[in-house]
C-alpha cells in the first residue's frame, strides 16, 4: 500500500466546475493503474473514471462522459487529476482516488476491490 494525498474538492453550483489531484510521491507510482472513485451516503463506491500506468486508456462512468476528464503526469512525484465540468447535484459525494500495482501498460480497473490504496477522501458538493 502507497500513501495518496487528494485535494481540490469543495462546494460548487450546477454547471460549475472542481478539478480534483491526487498525489502519490513515489518513484514507481508510473507502475499503477488509477482510479477515482466516489461514494453518496446511503450508496456503495462506485468508479468514476480510471487511467492505465501509461495514461493511453481511459474508462467513465457513463453518466460524468463528455463532462469528467482523467489525466496523469508520471514522475518524481506522480499526480492524477479529475477535472469536472458541468457538475450536477447528483455529482455530490466523498471522492477518492485508488492505485494498484499492473504490470500491463494499457490496463483500467473499475472495480474498487481491485485497489489496494486509497486517497483519505474529498467531500465535492453541488448545489442545485
Known amino acids: 500500500q502507497v500513501q495518496l494525498v487528494e485535494s481540490g474538492g469543495g462546494l460548487v453550483q450546477a454547471g460549475g466546475s472542481l478539478s480534483l489531484s491526487c498525489v502519490m510521491p513515489d518513484r514507481t507510482f508510473s507502475t499503477y493503474a488509477l482510479g477515482w472513485f466516489r461514494q453518496a451516503p446511503g450508496k456503495e463506491r462506485e468508479v468514476v473514471a480510471a487511467i492505465s500506468r501509461s495514461g493511453g486508456t481511459t474508462y467513465y462512468k457513463d453518466s460524468v462522459k463528455g463532462r469528467f476528464t482523467i489525466s496523469r503526469e508520471n514522475g518524481k512525484i506522480t499526480t492524477v487529476y479529475l477535472q469536472m465540468n458541468n457538475l450536477k447535484p447528483e455529482d455530490t459525494a466523498v471522492y477518492y482516488c485508488?492505485?494498484?500495482?499492473?504490470?500491463?501498460?494499457?490496463?483500467?480497473?473499475?472495480?474498487?476491490?481491485?485497489?489496494?490504496?486509497w486517497g483519505q477522501g474529498t467531500q465535492v458538493t453541488v448545489s442545485s
Open positions: 485508488a492505485a494498484k500495482i499492473v504490470s500491463h501498460i494499457a490496463l483500467v480497473l473499475t472495480d474498487p476491490a481491485e485497489y489496494d490504496s
